[in-house]
Each structure stands twice: as C-alpha cells, then as structure tokens.
T-cell receptor, first 114, second 112 residues
Framework: DAGVIQSPRHEVTEMGQEVTLRCKPI?????LFWYRQTMMRGLELLIY????????DSGMPEDRFSAKMPNASFSTLKIQPSEPRDSAVYFC????????????FGDGTRLSIL | GENVEQHPSTLSVQEGDSAVIKCTYS??????FPWYKQELGKRPQLIID???NVGEKKDQRIAVTLNKTAKHFSLHITETQPEDSAVYFC???????????WGAGTKLIIKP
C-alpha cells in the first residue's frame, strides 16, 4: 500500500497568495483528517471527513481556511489569502472505521509564508 | 472540553536505561489510546496502542499500561537506544467520535 500521499512536500509563497495542499488517503479508508503542527501549538486537528462528508471543522482557524473532499481518494486544504502565521507543517491522515483504529499520517507539507 | 495531559515535556535518559511517559485523559468514555513517535522532520507514526478492555500491552521493548479508574496511561521503553530519540505523542479517543485528542508531546533524548 502506498500510504497517505501529500503534495507538495514544501511550499514557499508570499503572503496574500492562495495556497492549496493536497492529500490522497489510503485506498479504502473512510476517515480523513487534516492537522497543523507548530512548535507553539503542537498538533492541532483542523477538520475531518467521513465518507467524503465534513464532520467537524471546529478546528479551522479562520474563514481563510477551507477544505474539500470531492471523492474518496482526494482532499484539498486551501488557504486564501495566506498570512505568515499560517506557516507550519500540515499533515493529512486517514483511518478505517472497520479495521485498525489508528490514523496513518502522510509525510506532511512544510508551508512557509513570507 | 476533552483533553489529554502529557508529562514530562522533555525526558533525558542514559542509553540502556528505561523511559516512562505518562498521560492523563478527561473523557471517561475514551476507550482507545494510541502512542505515536515522531522523529525530527518526519511524520507521526503509530508505535503501540491499547483498548480500554486491556490493562497492559507489550511489543518488544515498548509497553503501554492503562489505569481506567485513574484515567491515565503510560508508555514504557526499556533498554533505550539512540534511535529512540524522538517526540512521543499520546492520544485518546471514544468509539462514537473518531477524532483523536492529543497530548502535547514528550521530547525523549537518549544520552550516549
């Protein structure tokens, strides 16, 4: 199995620009999670989906953040407009309800907003 | 709201000694407790997990213990090695909600 695939691995952009992060979950997994990790705030859950439907987006920091899951094999996290304080590592994770309960993480996207 | 407290934030042990990291959870309905290891610049990876119907689980040099009454669980690493150096995260979850509640992490340093 290829695991959770995220792209890009690194993104550097100027503030005000739109940023789109992408995630392909493990095939067959029905839960998908987006996290943000910083030194100051640790690992924060932003939003999660079940069967492509957003279940809890209470962790999304502001309206500048949005996430979609148009199908079972693809999700995006978008920031528009981006700000320097959005700089962080963004992880996507997936899990399978009926199987092992653990979440499997992608390698993350290291985002730097200048 | 639900939360998980993790201690210590940093732990330094001599190579070959044991390391113990402790977590306390607030939601008494939590029934699944995973531990993740995150090496520098890498993704968190599951190393061991335990469900609430079990008091202890071992996998080679690592073990997890759970005290449901006290609502705390611990990670034990024996015979520590340099490759054990990483940040370790505990988490808790209930079956009705697939969201993991995460501890703040423990940076484990193995001194040669």
């Amino acid at each position: 199995d290829a695991g959770v695939i995220q792209s890009p691995r690194h993104e550097v952009t100027e503030m005000g620009q739109e940023v789109t992060l992408r995630c392909k979950p493990i095939s067959g997994h029905d839960y998908l999670f987006w996290y943000r990790q910083t030194m100051m705030r640790g690992l924060e859950l932003l939003i999660y989906f079940n069967n492509n439907v957003p279940i809890d987006d209470s962790g999304m920091p502001e309206d500048r953040f949005s996430a979609k899951m148009p199908n079972a094999s693809f999700s995006t996290l978008k920031i528009q407009p981006s700000e320097p304080r959005d700089s962080a590592v963004y992880f996507c994770a997936s899990s399978l309800r009926g199987g092992r309960l653990s979440q499997h993480f992608g390698d993350g996207t290291r985002l730097s907003i200048l | 709201g639900e939360n998980v407290e993790q201690h210590p934030s940093t732990l330094s042990v001599q190579e070959g000694d044991s390391a113990v990291i402790k977590c306390t959870y607030s939601d008494s309905a939590s029934n699944y407790f995973p531990w993740y290891k995150q090496e520098l610049g890498k993704r968190p990876q599951l190393i061991i997990d335990i469900r609430s119907n079990v008091g202890e689980k071992k996998d080679q040099r690592i073990a997890v213990t759970l005290n449901k009454t006290a609502k705390h669980f611990s990670l034990h690493i024996t015979e520590t090695q340099p490759e054990d150096s990483a940040v370790y995260f505990c988490a808790a979850r209930r079956d009705s909600n697939y969201q993991l509640i995460w501890g703040a992490g423990t940076k484990l340093i193995i001194k040669p």
